[in-house]
């Protein structure tokens, strides 16, 4: 059973930095992608950075390019999200997501087979 665990959420003060990390099970996603997004209650979920292709690829969104970073340690199975300058925007629950497949749209959330219960990211002014 794959299971996609995060963790890293919490309240911080504009201009912070933030660290979550996505921890899987079950199987592993070097080939494929592991991804974030992110949905503020009654807004549809965001697409926030991926990783794909055994690290070749990495992707952002333009709302945190420059802020963030996206990593994984296949050797733990684990993918972080490194957010600094934390704007109040950014506020949001935060889901880890995977798919093992290839040559996907990896900005697109219908691409993504497993996910996360999220982790809340709480950016005060």
């Known amino acids: 059973q794959v299971q996609l665990v995060e963790s890293g959420g919490g309240l911080v003060q504009a201009g912070g930095s933030l660290r979550l990390s996505c921890a899987a099970s079950?199987?592993?996603?070097?080939?494929?992608?592991m991804g974030w997004f992110r949905q503020v209650p009654g807004t549809e979920r965001k697409f926030v950075a991926a990783v794909c292709c055994r690290g070749l690829g990495i992707y952002y969104a333009d709302s945190v390019k420059g802020r963030s970073t996206i990593s994984r340690d296949n050797a733990k199975n684990t993918m972080y999200l490194q957010m600094n300058s934390l704007k109040p925007e950014d506020t949001a629950v935060y889901y880890c997501?995977?798919?093992?497949?290839?040559?996907?749209?990896?900005?697109?959330?219908?691409?993504?087979?497993?996910w996360g219960q999220g982790t809340q990211v709480t950016v005060s002014s």
């Open positions: 079950g199987r592993t996603f070097s080939s494929g992608a």
């Open positions: 997501a995977a798919t093992a497949g290839t040559q996907l749209n990896y900005y697109s959330d219908l691409v993504y087979d497993y």
